[in-house]
């Protein structure tokens, strides 16, 4: 069982925790004004149509009101946000050449450690902007492209306006809309027809400074046939005072392509994660979603899975765990659009001391989607008596012969089963965890390695109280 | 040695205090075979809890070993030496026969070493070893993965609560002989609650709980015949009256 395969030190949370002093070069006002917008635009060098592209979206943003459900939202005041944060540090190929307090946080959370042992190429971001970025040599040969969202802007120009923000669009919500007038640094994947990408990518977004936001745009593009894992890491010291995250992933999965995306969040818990992340998947294409929710204060992440391709497929595999002070509201979403798409939703929540979590999926199989097929399995525990576990299904069924599965269950930690591996000699917090871990097990076992053994520290952690 | 001393537990309920074990006194001696009986809602099962740490006690005091273990946790008591067979193994996702083995032994134990411990409850391991611990098992299938986990464990004191229910007959007398094969090669105390004369049967000692109290304690050789002695004398009233 878990206990021997993956027993792993404890990592102290103190890592995430440690905090740089603000040296950014440049910060733009708090709050959102289209002043605010022509000036982050014009420092970013933005050709004309992104400018007008931001300023359109400020308007959306304006037009639209917050969501009526889900966690509330109200001690968002956009008025003290800084949405802009320049680092003292020039984009490069080379940690070297990364300033030493920046370049000691990646360290910390062992991203050069990972590059040169399990990674192909490595995107580093910090506030605003991307400050490192680098791909194997071997991978650029073969047409692969990965960098920061500004560079491929200017030189892959053509690509990023076809498709950016064309699949979750700002009038889509709110935060969209903002991420569109504001959206700063991220990454940009093409991956070539054919071409398969054996190593994954990683890229990490750092928040250092406080009452910012963090606005990142990740594009990939996976071509006919081709293959790529790409992981995304976040987290940020934490603060007493409201930082937000308003990210945007957009995936084009051609036919025949797969990707996987892996993410494990771990922001601080004076974070509202209101993030987007949607994916199109053409015939007999694949998409895989491996996701952790494990940080934030406040949380509205539902990747969503468009099947427009007949025989196009969507694995989803969620963690959520919520304890003290986080209201974390995760989900995944799937449209059936074609005749035999077919989707595998497989999530665990984990409420602790207090905290909230909820759990949506949506299902919609269109008139164009016969013998559709899909299977939804959500699990929640709860430990102790004063949290909240939810799971909030949703299915619309238009097409025919559509063969459609879902099952949910609730439970709680029974102290029977506490004193039980108690009587076997095990300590109380252990025994915990251990119950805990098995119930992760199914989704642990989809992580990358390195993010698997994250991810069992993190259940630790969270099960000791440590963290505030 | 375990000596209980004054052991009280009482429940609220209903604003009422319900006692439920009363100022009971007990010592039980090292190597022995004691099986406790008495009637329903005697307070069995409470005291065999109050002894592993599952329940807390209102008063009293419990020495093991000559150490007091009153205010240990269950995890230190195990450690110390008792085991506790409960009615039913733990269940939780992912966990597998061979895993309650090992933890029960808190060691990495071979797949051939776990299968010696099914097959002395008399379960054919190579089916069971790899199965989830889950609601697919029956329960006389689950009781005994539970007594072979507390079998593994080997430890100085070992209280199984009634651990012929749930189990057929046929299957009845293989439990006897793995009871009895305990009494002969294990070394340590073994502490039984049960009903069954053919238990009693095999005891050195036996104990009858009445009302949260002792009421006798003794050799089997005394107390069986007195016990079934009533036990006669009843059947004999219920078929005079019919
Ligand atoms: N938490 C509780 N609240 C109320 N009553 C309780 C509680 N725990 C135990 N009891 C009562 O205490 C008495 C003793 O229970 P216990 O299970 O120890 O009896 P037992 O001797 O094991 O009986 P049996 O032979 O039926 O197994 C019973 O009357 C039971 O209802
Ligand atoms: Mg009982």
């Given amino acids: 069982m878990a206990q021997e395969k993956t027993y792993i030190e404890d990592i102290e949370r103190t890592l995430y925790d440690i905090k740089n002093v603000d040296k950014s070069k440049y910060k733009s006002q708090s709050g959102l004004t289209e002043d605010i917008i022509r000036d982050i635009s014009a420092r970013k060098n933005d050709p004309e149509w992104m400018l007008e592209f931001r300023l359109k979206s400020l308007e959306v943003y304006n037009q639209l009101s917050l969501p009526n459900w889900g966690p509330d939202l109200s001690e968002l005041n956009m008025d003290e946000i800084v949405t802009y944060v320049q680092p003292d540090a020039k984009m490069t190929g080379s940690w070297d050449e990364v300033p030493d307090d920046i370049k000691e946080t990646f360290d910390r959370l062992g991203i050069p450690e990972a590059e040169q042992t399990s990674l192909a190429g490595v995107g580093a971001q910090y506030d605003s902007e991307v400050v490192y970025h680098s791909i194997q040599e071997d991978l650029v040969k073969q047409g692969v492209i990965y960098t920061d969202m500004e560079t491929a802007l200017h030189e892959h120009e053509e690509i990023v306006r076809d498709h950016f923000m064309k699949l979750v669009p700002p009038k889509d919500h709110k935060f969209a809309a903002l991420h569109g007038a504001v959206w700063s640094g991220g990454s940009f994947v093409y991956v070539p027809e054919g071409v398969h990408v054996e190593i994954p990518l990683q890229s990490y977004f750092r928040l250092n400074a406080a009452g910012a936001g963090q606005f990142e745009h990740t594009l990939i593009i996976v071509e006919k046939n081709a293959s790529l894992h790409f992981i995304e890491g976040c987290s940020a010291p934490k603060y007493n005072v409201t930082n937000l995250h308003a990210g945007c992933v957009e995936l084009f999965v051609n036919d025949g392509a797969r990707l996987r995306y892996s993410t494990i969040e771990n922001w601080s818990r004076n974070m509202m994660n209101l993030n987007t992340k949607r994916a199109v998947v053409g015939k007999d294409g694949i998409i895989e979603w491996v996701s952790g929710s494990f940080g934030s204060h406040v949380s509205m992440l539902y990747p969503c899975s468009v099947l427009k391709g007949e025989n196009a497929k969507c694995e989803f595999t969620g963690v959520t765990f919520a304890s003290k002070g986080q209201n974390l509201d995760t989900g995944a979403s799937v449209i059936h659009c074609a005749p035999h798409t077919s989707a595998n939703i497989s999530t665990r929540t984990i409420s602790k001391a207090g905290g909230k979590a909820t759990y949506r999926s949506a299902v919609k199989v269109t008139k164009n989607a016969p013998y559709a097929k899909c299977s939804v399995n959500c699990e929640s525990l709860m430990l102790d008596d004063i949290s909240r576990s939810d799971t909030l299904p949703t299915m619309d069924i238009e097409g025919d012969e559509a063969d459609i599965g879902h099952e949910a269950t609730i439970g709680r930690i029974s102290d029977e089963a506490i004193f039980y591996l108690m009587s076997r000699g095990i300590s109380e917090e252990e025994a915990r965890s251990m119950i805990v871990r098995g119930f992760v097990e199914p989704i642990a076992k989809e992580l990358p390695l390195e993010y698997a053994v994250e991810m069992n520290n993190l259940v630790n952690i969270e099960l000791e109280g440590t963290m505030g | ?242």
């Fill in chain 2, 1 to 242: 040695m375990l000596e209980l001393k004054d052991l009280t537990y009482q429940v609220e309920e209903n604003n009422e205090t319900l006692t439920i074990i009363d100022h009971l006194d007990l010592t039980i001696d090292d190597g022995k075979f004691v099986v406790i009986t008495g009637p329903n809602g005697g307070g069995k099962s409470t005291l065999a809890k109050l002894i592993m740490g599952v329940k807390e006690l209102t008063s009293g005091q419990m020495i093991f070993d000559g150490e007091d273990i009153t205010d240990c946790s269950i995890t230190d008591r195990a450690r110390k030496g008792i085991s506790f067979a409960f009615q039913q193994p733990v269940h939780f996702k992912g966990i597998k026969v061979l895993d309650l083995l090992r933890l029960a032994t808190g060691k990495k134990i071979s797949v051939n070493t776990a299968c010696e411990y099914l097959s002395k409850v008399g379960l054919c391991a190579k089916e069971y070893i790899d199965r989830e611990v889950n609601s697919s098992l029956s329960g006389g299938e689950l009781k005994r993965i539970e007594i072979a986990t507390v079998l593994a464990r080997g430890t100085k004191f070992s209280i199984f609560d009634e651990p012929e229910a749930g189990i057929d007959i046929w299957s009845f007398q293989n439990l006897i002989q793995v009871f009895e094969n305990i009494r002969k090669t294990v070394q340590g105390t073994v502490l039984i609650i049960s009903h069954q004369e053919r238990i009693l049967n095999i005891a050195d000692e036996i104990i009858v709980i009445e009302d949260g109290k002792v009421k006798t304690q003794g050799p089997k050789d005394e107390i069986l015949p007195e016990l079934l002695g009533t036990a006669d004398a009843v059947n004999r009233a219920c078929s005079k009256m019919s």
